[in-house]
């Protein structure tokens, strides 16, 4: 079956450390990106990517890094500088071209304390 | 940046019933698309409705689109138990090249059997 895999479900973290979730994809989609979720909120764009070594910031980029080494592959690193990590985080991917929906991961929910 | 706004924040309504929600954006699009979210899950694409189309439907589902006044309504017919969940718009930019949708806050949406 072809999707996006997010890994781990669930992520506790001591402040001060950093953090990465993985995030793969079998749907040979060269788009891929980053959301965050936070309660009541919708999803904000950390990162994204359209191509093999190449990603762009969104919205709140701040305190987070991505790597794309790999088109199934975009994982995401939640650093120390991030002042309110704590939130679930979403992984995306899609064709590239405009009009292209989105297919979504089942998130991986990172508590900080 | 949020460029979708969603109406109501929260509805709940009897099975059998039509629920409707409403979104708002901000700025010209290229296209507009509604997502279903289930509590703890990832997003899942629903419908897909371009800029110059005005009403769109799937199964259950009648998506209209207003340019001029740059809104969007989402209508679900003869709701079940099973549609619960949290529904969001996403908007596409009418600019060139693969920019990433922009979600709203979503509707909750809660259908009581």
């Known amino acids: 079956d072809g999707g996006i895999t997010q890994s781990p479900k669930y992520l506790f973290r001591k402040e001060g450390q950093n953090v990465t979730l993985s995030c793969e994809q079998n749907l040979n989609h060269d788009a891929m990106y980053w959301y965050r979720q936070d309660p009541g909120q919708g999803l904000r764009l950390i990162y994204y990517?359209?191509?093999?070594?190449?990603?762009q910031k969104g919205d709140i980029a701040e305190g987070y890094s991505v790597s794309r080494e790999k088109k199934e592959s975009f994982p995401l690193t939640v650093t120390s500088a991030q002042k309110n990590p704590t939130a679930f985080y979403l992984c995306?991917?899609?064709?590239?071209?405009?009009?292209?929906?989105?297919?979504f991961g089942n998130g991986t929910r990172l508590t900080v304390t | 940046s949020q460029q979708g706004e969603e109406d109501p924040q929260a509805l709940s309504i009897q099975e059998g019933e039509n629920a409707t929600m409403n979104c708002s954006y901000k700025?010209?699009?290229?296209?507009l698309q509604w997502y279903r979210q289930n509590s703890g899950r990832g997003l899942v694409h629903l419908i897909l409705i371009r800029s110059n189309e005005r009403e769109k439907h799937s199964g259950r589902l009648r998506v209209t689109l207003d340019t001029s006044k740059k809104s969007s309504s989402l209508l679900i017919t003869a709701s079940r138990a099973a549609d619960t969940a949290s529904y969001f718009c996403a908007t596409g930019a009418l600019v060139s090249g693969n920019t990433p949708l922009v979600f709203g806050k979503g509707t909750r949406l809660s259908v009581i059997a």
């Open positions: 990517s359209q191509i093999v070594n190449d990603f």
């Open positions: 995306a991917s899609s064709m590239t071209g405009v009009a292209s929906p989105l297919h």
């Open positions: 700025t010209s699009i290229n296209n």
